[in-house]
């Protein structure tokens, strides 16, 4: 647990993760047309504008984005009906980790049941600054420092819920939540139920996952994988600050325990969100980019390979439709059917290993629900069942990088 | 205040080394130390307690603790034995190159109140009034003839599986007479009798274990892993010691909306050994928590003598060395359990603190109706411990002696007992089992599409072919 500690002062500049434009979904979507406005009037992550890129118009335009309530619904377009006007407020910009950290303090303001336990939660504000300043706002006993027993931790924090708290579990890196498997699965998942209804769990562990720069096998796990068998638990992974924010707040107010997967190279991704309150669906998918041809779903860190895999297929003339499935447990297949049956192909693209990963059930469901829909076997990026080396050039043949994706898309289009 | 402090420590010093230590003495112009301020308990970090309860220590403790420090005067030498700086503890220093021995030169002492004979030892001791004396015989009794009879229905087939508690009869009704009836209890799963105590119907135990739909956990629990969210006794889940940190966890929400109740996990001397207690009793300790950790000792954790358990000095030496309070009491004196437990509880609501009770008592009973002890243990040691060293037995000669109980009318009682019990288990079978739709509520707050969908499949598969199902189940 001591080596992650060196691990925060690493900070990712947004650039180097996306290369040029992505954007997060808005509450509705201009249907399918050819022209789109120029990046510059769009809401969505700070880009590095170049004129190549100005001919790649791709993603949601102009639309009416929030309402002044709070938003239950952020997710495109069940209807994906045509958008009106503009935003309500200005927005403001801030990094994942910060609307990470708003949408906690948001809800601790809001439910005094609601508390954090972790490692070094407290004063030092996390291993990546997610409590930073709670500590002084919230009390010691609220941002409880826990001593390093991850088990023992979750095991306390499924006792509080059962009790009336909220509590928040961080895990300092998902990997170590391995260690609270037993109290996850077999208490968390399973003691609403097997009490019959008498209990309830309404806790959220959350922590980084995924691979980092060189952090070595124990520190790049992907938990999500090794969760998704588990019954009682719901999973979702957020990719952008404005669904980090929102994921955040709807995992603490659902009365299910929720993991909620963040990334540890995404916490410096830097957006524009709204001022005013808003919740994300939990179960639904977010419609990035809707197009035609290939239906590209991912998730977390692969959704900004993906975007940038897009813009050269855009390019190339391809019209690739992007779904970030955010909720991993369980699957969106309303959004995801409604892509399938007017793409016929699909891609997934993941970080998890091939072997039992997201991927891998996502395509049985997939296949099982919409085969008469299909026109190619369905295609899936992943990591191989290695662990992560250390070496930087190995780590990267572990990732799916974006020339694979498009390779991929190319491959699948041919059929 | 520094310097009482510091000389605390050397007579501690004195005490752990077992010799004088000569004072050094610091010169002149020495002007700050940093020295663990007064508000630390004992010096090893700041006490933490949440906004709101009275406490002369702020819940800004750790901002506090950082920026006091403690300066020593310029003028003058302080007579002082030097104590070591560092963070991880106040300790002294010593010159002598000794190992602290793995064994205590005296392991902790076992608190018990009656004679085998359930004659009074001592007058130090929480009496029971008679009316709750009558009522924790007679409980006991009908935790015996609950056992009995449930253990008899699972050997011949009447549900999947059963444990007793023979042996600890007299520990589980003590323990559960001391407490209030709303603190919050997580059992391991040899602890009905609290749940008995606390007003748990014999139907309602026959319900659970036969699972029909009027159990409380709707059939989906095992036997003996009884809940009840009324009753405060939280669902027991079968890993061992996972309700450790889960009680432990109620304990900081208890603390935190300052409610003057306690909670109270039990868990045997095997389930012990697992990472779950270690974890939360160190925990608790630095959290301050109201928080009861009683461990049945009772020798055995199905096959595994308490001699292949462990070899430090059983599970009250463990408090020592995690900082927390403990005793070790007879566990089948129930006049030394309850009023132990009553102490303990005491001191735990009134301090916030964990506070730690090693029960020692014998695991009379087979571990489950999957276990044949005989197999490992001589059956000499069993009839011993079940003939001649009966807690309930021994309570009953107490009550005889105070003059609150007449043993002619036991038999009676066990009687009309067992016909009770008998009949509850015949009405529980009759009663209709849960219906198919319990399999998929309750896995989430709401049913989703996904088991919707799994049930929707469950239903067809039973509609196709219905003689391959059970017909008792409810669709």
Redesign the interface.
Known sequence: MALSQGIMAVSVPAAALLSASSSYSAARVQTASSSLPALGSRRGLAVRASSAEQSANFGPSSQKLWTPKITTNAVAAKQEAAASTGAKGPGHELLLYEALREGLEEEMERDPHV?VMGEDV??YGGSYKVTKGF??KF????L?D??I?E???????????????R?VIEGMNMGFLLLAY??IS??CG???????????IPCVIRGPGGVGRQLGAEHSQRLESYFQSV??L?MVACSTPYNAKGLMKAAIR???PVILFEHVLLYNLKETIPDEDYVCCL?EAEMVRPGKDITILTYSRMRHYVLQAAKTLVNKGYDPEIIDIRSLK??D?FTIGNSVKKTHKVLIVEECMRTGGIGASLRAAIMENFFDYLDAPIGCLSSQDVPTPYSGPLEELTVVQPHQIITAVENLLAK | MASASVSAAAVAGRKIFGSLRPLRRFPAGLVSRRIWPTDCVDGVG?R????GLASSSS?????AWRASSVTLKSDGDLDVAEVSPFPGARIMYTEDLQFVTETSPSTVPCFRVLSENGEELTKNFSEPDMSMAQKMYEQMVALQVLDSVFYNAQRQGRFGFYATCTGEEALNIACAAALRDND?V?PQYREPGVLLWRGYRLQEFADHCIGNYQ????G??MSI?Y???KLHY??V???LA?????????A??????NKQRC?VTFFGEGAASE??F???I??AA??EVPILFICRNNGWAISTPASQQYRGDGIAGRGQAYGVKSIRVDGNDALAVFSAVKAARQLAVENNQPVLLELMTYRVGHHSTSDDSAKYREVAEIRYWSERRDGVARFRKWIESKGWWDGTVDEQLRKDLRTEVIACLAAAEAKEKPPLSDLF?????SL???LEEQEKLVRQAVQNCPQMYPADIPL
């Not at chain 1, 088990?151 to 708290?165: E, I, R």
């Not at chain 1, 609403?192 to 209990?199: A, D, E, P, R, V």
């Open positions: 508390c407290g004063h500590a002084e009390g010691d006993w609220r409880l826990t001593p027993a088990n023992s931790f979750t095991g306390m924090a499924v006792g509080a819920a059962m009790t009336g708290l509590p037993n109290q077999n208490n399973m003691l609403h139920y097997t009490s019959g209804g008498q209990f309830t019954p009682g719901q659902s009365n299910n179960e369980p699957f297949m | 700041p933490l307690v949440p906004d819940s800004r403790c750790f901002s919050s997580f159990g409380h956990g709707k989906r629990q892993h809940g009840s969210n939280f669902t889940s079968s890993v996972t309700q450790i940190p889960h009680a432990v966890g109620a900081y929400s208890l603390k935190m909306e909670s990472g779950d270690h974890g939360a160190n925990f630095v959290l509520s309750d896995v989430y707050d989703p599409k996904s």
